[in-house]
């Protein structure tokens, strides 16, 4: 798509009614590419995701010595049979978490001297707790300035296995790096995880990930997960549409009384972010489902129920939910979200400054935010503190608000370039037949 401006006004439209396909998931794509760079042959990922956070997995593993071509929407991987094998290089990030936190525990596992950065908020995004685990499966690992944040300097000799702890309190990207990179380790490896996990359906996408690549995982639950060595097998892999940027057009079609249905994420989905389809249909939509799809209709004139949701295993969904709080008949309060905090941005904080802006009373926590709905509110000037997830959120006020302008709507890039585009067919279109 051609370049965003530096704001774009969003225009209120009353019933949208539409069909949208979504790109591929930011989540599969990454985790697709690092198990086919360490898979024995030539992979073949469809409809891979061509985002900020890709282009950096892929830049990453290129500078790592992994062929990867872009083929029209999918990409073909050459597969190193195993640990990567540059002896030295600087690993740069960008803002993607993914990144950083998948390709640093397959980086332990190969032989070399290694520095991964980042820019931006990625470098105040804590690690530490990965570090800590890396360092007990033998890793050589520390953090450059000494704060649990990147740069990190990794000088790597391989990975032990055995028994290791990681907590999972911040993040469960911690464990899902692991356990990719668990099977290049000499021995079985057994993770357990400590405090509570944090997002854990997102691990459920990297067991079935690494499944589909040929590697089994034992597990107890979310708290123990045993990890024989073995060689990751090249596929022709589909990665599916991304059910968290569904979310948002799902929550365009609750505040409005209109019909959106998402053609390419349905309930064969691996990923738990499709559960705020269900959360929506408590709030009063009407939600159908196929294996690929998912459709959801708004009550009439958006009237939605308000209501407490622990949504503790979908974080990245509390952005759009806490948007359908302006337009509810009761509070709305999300809960169990530390990790919020810890994003792109602090996104509980943030949303509850932008959504004040708006005009709503807003009451927040460490772990919870609630939001007050108003009789009315005010235009408004939505910062996006460059979080994608901001961005797509705030837009949907828009369709029902006069005045509501994105700032820096240009930050979708990490993980929808083509957002806006798709977003316009809300207010484009009506009556389309679904």
């Known amino acids: 798509m051609s370049a965003l401006p530096a704001s774009l006004e969003i225009s209120p439209q009353a019933t949208p009614a539409t069909t949208v396909t979504v790109p591929g998931s930011k989540s599969v794509s990454n985790r697709a590419l690092l198990t086919a760079a360490l898979a024995d042959g030539e992979s073949r990922l469809r ?51 993914t990144t950083m936190r ?54 790597a000799g391989g990975l032990s ?20 990179a668990a099977p290049l380790a000499s021995n079985e490896t057994v993770i357990e995880v400590t405090g509570e996990l944090q997002s854990a359906p997102f691990v459920l996408i990297t067991l079935a990930v690494m499944e589909s690549f040929g590697i089994s995982v034992e ?38 009384g209109g019909t959106v249905k998402v053609a390419n994420v349905g309930r064969a989905s ?49 952005l759009a939910l806490a948007v359908a709080g302006l337009f509810t008949d009761s509070p709305l309060t999300i809960t169990n979200v530390y990790n919020m ?13 932008e959504l004040r802006r708006i005009g709503a009373v807003v009451e927040e926590g460490r772990d919870w935010l609630r939001v007050v709905p108003q009789a009315s509110y005010r235009p408004a000037r939505i910062a996006t503190y460059d979080d994608h997830r901001m961005a797509m959120a705030f837009a949907v006020a828009g369709l029902v608000l006069p005045g509501i302008t994105i700032l820096d709507p240009g930050c979708v890039a ?7 585009s798709d977003f316009a067919r809300l207010q484009a279109d009506a009556g389309v037949v679904l």
């Open 219 to 256: 597990r107890e639950g979310f708290h123990r997960f045993r990890v024989a060595p073995g060689a990751y097998r090249a596929q022709d892999f589909r990665v599916e549409g991304d059910a968290t940027a569904a979310g948002n057009f799902w929550v365009a079609a609750a505040v409005t």
């Open 161 to 180: 296995g055995g028994e290791v702890s990681v907590s999972g309190e911040l993040s469960s990207q911690y464990l899902s790096g692991l356990l990719l």
């Open 47 to 97: 409809d891979l995701l061509d985002a900020d956070d890709t282009r950096v997995m892929i830049d990453s593993l290129q500078r790592l010595g992994v062929p990867v071509q872009r083929d029209g929407a999918d990409a073909v991987v050459g597969g190193q049979a195993g640990p990567l094998r540059a002896p030295a290089a600087e690993v740069d990030a960008g803002l993607s978490g």
């Open 414 to 420: 990490k993980t929808y370039p083509g957002y806006f």
């Open 341 to 353: 905090r810890i994003k792109e941005t602090d996104r509980i904080a943030a949303v509850a400054t």
């Open 270 to 318: 691996s990923q738990g972010d499709t559960r705020l389809a269900e959360v929506l249909e408590q709030m009063g939509c009407t939600v159908s489902w196929t294996a690929d799809s998912c459709t959801v209709q708004g009550p009439p004139r958006g009237e939605l129920s308000g209501g407490e949701f622990d949504l503790n295993d979908i974080p990245d969904q509390a």
């Open 102 to 155: 998948f390709l640093l525990p397959v980086l332990a596992a190969s032989t070399g001297r290694y520095r991964l950065t980042g820019r931006g908020s990625l470098l105040h995004r804590p690690i530490q707790d990965q570090l800590d685990a890396l360092r007990q499966l033998g890793a050589d690992v520390v953090s450059e300035a000494d704060d649990g944040c990147p740069p990190v300097l990794l000088n």
